[in-house]
């Protein structure tokens, strides 16, 4: 149950993303096709982020040292990026126009979950 509950926080805020980042787009055929391409890209970005993310943390430790941690916003856009790239092959109607929307995208998407898991909170924390 956690797991669903996670998954719709991260479509909803990838859903807000999209409406407030230009150059993230949905591009799908109707309100439907945008709310299952939503979902499924939300569970590609968690993924993504559960698997190579803690890999990128061990191995580039350093530099998040160097930077006082403004490499993980570089990281973040990345990581975004890469879920875009899956989603292609996939064939979803899910567009990011470059680094700088990644970028933006990825503060607003950490931004909005966070708000959202304020207000609902994970079971654990009950």
């Known amino acids: 149950m956690s797991f669903l509950i996670r998954l719709l926080i ?3 805020a990838l859903w807000i993303t999209s409406l407030a980042v230009p150059g993230i787009e949905l591009t799908g055929r ?4 945008d709310a299952l391409t939503v979902l499924v890209v939300a569970l590609i970005f968690g993924v993504v982020n559960a698997v190579v993310k ?9 530099f998040y040292v160097l930077t006082l941690g403004l490499f993980a916003l570089v990281v973040n ?15 979803l109607p899910f567009e990011i126009d470059g680094f700088w929307p990644a970028f933006w995208g990825a503060i607003v998407m950490a931004v909005v979950t966070w708000l959202i898991g304020v207000v609902v909170p994970d079971r654990s924390e009950r």
Request: glycine share 6%.
């Open 77 to 91: 856009a990345l990581l975004f990026l890469l879920t875009d790239w899956i989603a292609h092959l996939f064939d």
């Open 10 to 12: 991260g479509a909803v």
């Open 54 to 62: 803690p890999i990128i943390r061990v191995v580039g430790c350093a």
């Open 30 to 33: 109707s309100a439907l096709d």
